[in-house]
């Protein structure tokens, strides 16, 4: 039989097994494996063999490896055969901090099903979504596969790591050190979202990041407005001209060549997007705004997703107290992000903006700068085959098309899997824009919980008949 | 015999006297009269105690009176007779904190003479020149008239607040309430510098001072720059293009009618400054700067004294911290002073500020206002009488014409002897750039106490023949 004849029944399995799943999830939900604090690290260790143990019980060979921070989980499942479309599933098991834990309405490690206001059920806890519910609604999905057919229908590798939350910083060098262990054909990633309740996604770009600090020096100490001011250069003053013309009045950042190497969505992409309908009074309004400010010749979502930014996420300067002080500062500084895209070099975008500013320093002032992070952004092929097979069982399973959809936020370690291991990702997730992830009160929708599983399912399926 | 012939005689006297004069200081320095601390309450009444009866020593009747805080003192000369030029003398007890005092080299209410590293004798202490290094120099001047020839040569009274340092707030309902004892010709205040240490000099302007606080708002909240950038308003892109245009590429403010009103230096008095050589290798060079940043079709002395100017003091949004955020700041927020000049209105000023922020900002962004401070600039009739007088009597001391020079700062009491008593401030001192006030280690140079007593013998001599 092929795979696809087998989908009913395993979905029939996962519908009947859903309720040991919410179990499963509850427990794993439990572990406080928050990254960040080395009083959890027990706990994250916990999560691990916790979770190694799940994993091997439904037909794999899983093991808990360790980085030099918290561990990560290899599985490779035992039916591999070497002849079937390969993929590496990525998940994380570790979560945030809870604080500011006075902000939760229950004990954030004691998962529940609660009623949203809406009338949704969801699942309410930390990591409820990021990323333990997500992870599951993979882990489940095999499992059905594997008690319904006593197989998995492709080639599977899991890796799970325990850092994602602190920035992977050990797992990269995990993934170099393993290497021959994790091959395969392309990576599935459960940690994304869906375009809103009804329409699954799959999101195949995200915005690269090159974020710097430039700070404007000038006089050697700060000087009295009374006696130096109008004589005197205020570093201020040139931060604010020189940043203050970052963007020109149709929203076009005006740094030389920053453009550069920027191409326009192949228009099936962009009639899709339109179809979407994302206006502002949707998106803006909720936060209290209702005009876009980016280039004013795109699209709302263009300007959010496909075209490259430039924010300005921090200025400081002189006096910010109470009250006034007749200061003119020695030095002022800020912090300037650029969301770049495809075709973008993220060096050649830090450089300009250097260039640009230096470019614009009067005599007597000076600037310096610190490199925050420089990240390429990740354009998957539209026309990957994996990708075609995810997204029809993804309109299967929801009764609605699934948008290809880039993401405006980086996901790092997308690009560590195409440096590292040479795969491409398939980004699929189940996540809402009110999941609250990263603050009090996560959650996760049943309803994502159970539809997620059944879709991991049906993509499993079409995988196994996918063209390699 | 005139008053005139009595001048050698009474600077005789007066260097005679010197060593005692320099005791009588240091009994006052002793004195704790920090008035912005409420523990040292005591202490401010003390010195005011402490100078009556000083004061009442040398021919006056003086007397300590209530304020709604620390009291002041006034003191008439027992010589007036009503017909001859009346000064009104201020001048101030009170002294700034001495924190952070592990910084002063010395206990700073034990007053020294010490070496400066040029050789120069130095006095040290909290307010050994602001405000009792200097009121002293006129009181001693008293004395030695006094003393030599039984009388004073000019109808005086002589007021001293104790709140100098902390506004002035209950001193100018104090004027209100005792207008009538006030009453005078014109006013004498030592509480400015000298050119430099060789040249005297009388201020005869003060820029006004104009200080807004703008906070712009946008989005009801933060927001993350990967989701939002490039779809939402910035508030501090907004800030910082509104601020950055402020000054164009010659140094001028381009906000519409800054400079109505505004008029050019008299021809005389430009050529004085002119032949001051300012450079700015001399008055920039010691603060690491090396390029007046003002208008550049103007002198840089002009720049500092005579041009209005708007300085950025502070400016804050978003995140400051160590490392990165990938934030959009809900808002942000900046303080703006302009330093006026007269023909300026400062009402006008403010309003035309906020018209120019409101007028440049986009939809979806609001501007809050914040109005700190707003003082118009006090000009004195370069050709008023005693100005003239005093002129020639500090020339005779030092040796150096007497410059008329402006200044940069705000006194406010100037403008508040002119609105509650109607009188003109001639405005003397012997101050240095380098003399600390307001900061550790307060001196003023031996010479400045020395030849200031001289100076104000022969100010008041002059004054005695002057026209009224």
């Known amino acids: 039989m092929s795979a696809s004849s087998h989908v009913q029944t395993v979905l029939a399995r996962a519908d009947a097994d859903f309720d040991a799943a919410l179990q499963r999830l509850f427990a794993l939900l439990r572990i406080k494996s928050i990254?960040?604090?080395?009083a959890f690290a027990a706990d994250c260790r916990a999560a691990a063999d916790h979770l190694?143990?799940?994993?091997?019980?439904?037909?794999?060979?899983?093991?808990?490896?360790?980085?030099?921070?918290?561990?990560?989980?290899?599985?490779?499942?035992?039916?591999?055969?070497?002849?079937?479309?390969?993929?590496?599933?990525?998940g994380h098991y570790d979560v945030q901090p809870v604080d500011p834990v006075e902000l939760w309405h229950r004990p954030p490690f004691e998962p529940v099903i609660a009623d949203h206001a809406d009338g949704r059920k969801i699942i309410v806890a930390r990591g409820a979504q990021d990323d333990k519910g997500q992870l599951s609604t993979f882990v489940e999905a095999c499992r059905a596969w594997n008690d319904a057919t006593g197989e998995l229908p492709i080639d599977l590798t899991i890796v799970i790591e325990g850092e994602e939350e602190v920035g992977s910083k050990n797992f990269v060098p995990f993934l170099d050190a393993h290497k021959k262990d994790l091959a395969a054909d392309f990576a599935l990633v459960?940690?994304?979202?869906?375009?809103?309740?009804?329409?699954?996604?799959?999101?195949?770009?995200l915005r690269g990041l090159v974020y710097e600090e430039v700070k404007i020096k000038a006089a050697n100490r700060d000087l009295h407005s009374g006696v130096y001011g109008g004589g005197a250069q205020n570093p201020i003053r040139v931060l604010t001209r020189i940043l203050?013309?970052?963007?020109?009045?149709?929203?076009?950042?005006?740094?030389?060549g920053f453009y550069d190497g920027v191409k326009d969505l192949p228009p099936e992409i962009l009639a899709q997007w339109k179809g979407l309908n994302l206006t502002a009074e949707n998106f803006l309004g909720p936060i209290g705004l209702s005009i876009p400010a980016g280039e004013d010749d795109r699209l709302l979502i263009e300007q959010l997703i496909s075209r490259p930014t430039c924010d300005i996420n921090g200025i400081v300067g002189g006096y910010t107290g109470e009250g006034s002080k007749t200061v003119i500062a020695a030095e002022a500084s800020a912090k300037v992000s650029f969301r770049i895209v495809e075709g973008q070099d993220p060096n050649r975008i830090r450089d300009a903006f250097r260039a640009y500013v230096t470019a614009r320093l009067p005599g007597d002032c000076r600037a310096e700068f610190l490199d925050h992070s420089n990240g390429a952004a990740i354009a998957?092929?539209?026309?990957?085959?994996?990708?075609?097979?995810?997204?029809?069982?993804?309109?299967?399973?929801?009764?609605?098309?699934?948008?290809?959809i880039g993401s405006g936020a980086s996901i790092p370690i997308v690009a560590d899997f195409k440096r590292t291991l040479g795969l491409?990702?398939?980004l699929i997730g189940f996540g809402l824009d009110d999941d609250n992830i990263h603050s009090p009160n996560e959650k996760y929708d049943l309803n994502s919980f159970q539809k997620g599983i059944r879709s991991w399912v049906r993509i499993l399926g079409a995988l196994a008949e996918a063209p390699r």
Chains 1, 2 share one sequence.
């Open 35 to 38: 990254s960040a604090d080395p």
């Open 190 to 205: 459960c940690d994304t979202g869906m375009w809103d309740r009804h329409t699954p996604a799959i999101t195949t770009s």
């Open 52 to 90: 190694a143990a799940d994993i091997a019980s439904i037909g794999f060979d899983a093991e808990v490896r360790p980085t030099a921070g918290h561990p990560a989980i290899v599985a490779k499942a035992k039916t591999n055969t070497g002849n079937r479309p390969h993929a590496l599933f990525y």
């Open 380 to 404: 998957l092929p539209w026309d990957m085959k994996p990708l075609a097979a995810a997204r029809r069982a993804l309109t299967e399973e929801w009764g609605r098309d699934a948008v290809l």
């Open 424 to 426: 491409d990702s398939v």
């Open 244 to 256: 203050g013309g970052l963007h020109d009045e149709h929203g076009r950042i005006t740094i030389p």
